[in-house]
């Protein structure tokens, strides 16, 4: 796994101090000389900060880690940056909108939905978690009874109140969050049903799940290198499913589609 990629794995299990590690490794030029003290002097913490942060991202020591930081130096220094164009999004998102439109069927998800008396929502990042609030807002509009868990402590405190008529659904893009990953294992002890929003089924917690909608999104790298996904098409799932069930509870849904 390169640097780039290890990092936006773990990124939401870091601390703000060890972000702030990580960006200053990202503007280093030349790691020949970077040891775990100068690095700990450069960012002014202990060494034992930086041994944490080696735990966390599961690397087996300082030289697997600067090992990564090479490759990655030399990446940045030979591959030319792509520009992320506006239209260029734009248009990926017409096709995304159409291929779901026309090639995703979403019956069954609804017809889950109606036979659901509650539904538990979570989102594994800052951008799931305002997912989750649109869906928790027009469900909840539509008579359902909805509670959102922020963390896997506040699902702890709920799950004993789970029914075999409940719904877990997670937001989440890579599908290889820890915690999201724990609660679908956890969950498994219960009766109720699971499903994942994601972008592919090449993921933990796909696998992991009863239910699955696969969901595209158009990835957009910033100047930090971390990855920034235009989730637009999350929203789009959402309004979709809002409208089917509308029209299911309303007695006019079309079974055909």
């Not at 944490?52 to 030399?74: P, S, T, V, Y």
């Not at 915690?179 to 002890?189: F, H, N, V, W, Y």
């Not at 696969?214 to 789009?236: A, C, D, G, I």
């Amino acid at each position: 796994m390169d640097f780039i990629s290890l990092v936006n794995r773990y990124f939401q299990t870091l601390t703000a101090q060890e972000r702030e590690i990580i960006g200053y490794l990202q503007q280093v030029q030349d790691y020949s000389g970077l040891t775990a003290q100068s690095l700990a002097d450069a960012c002014f913490v202990s060494r034992a900060t930086i041994s944490r942060l080696i735990k966390k991202l599961e690397l087996d020591g300082f030289a697997e880690l600067k090992f990564l930081l090479k490759n990655f130096r030399q990446e940045s220094n030979t591959t030319l940056e792509k520009t992320s164009v506006f239209e260029e999004v734009v248009q990926s998102y017409h096709m995304y909108i159409d291929q779901i439109f026309e090639k995703l069927d979403l019956k069954n998800i609804v017809n889950l939905l109606l036979e659901t008396d509650v539904l538990y929502l979570y989102g594994t990042g800052n951008e799931q978690k305002l997912e989750v609030e649109t869906m928790r807002h027009v469900f909840t509009a539509l008579g359902k009874r909805v509670v959102v868990f922020f963390d896997k402590g506040e699902y702890d405190y709920a799950k004993e109140c789970f029914k075999e008529n409940d719904l877990l659904v997670l937001f989440s893009y890579k599908g290889e969050s820890p915690e999201g990953i724990a609660i679908l294992k956890d969950s498994q002890l219960y009766q109720l049903k699971r499903l994942v929003f994601t972008q592919t089924s090449q993921n933990t917690m796909a696998q992991l799940a009863d239910y699955r909608l696969y969901v595209p999104t158009e990835s957009v790298q910033t100047p930090t290198r971390l990855t920034y996904e235009v989730s637009t098409t999350f929203y789009f799932i959402i309004d979709q499913l809002f409208f089917d069930y509308k029209q299911a509870i309303g007695g006019s849904y079309d079974t055909s589609r």
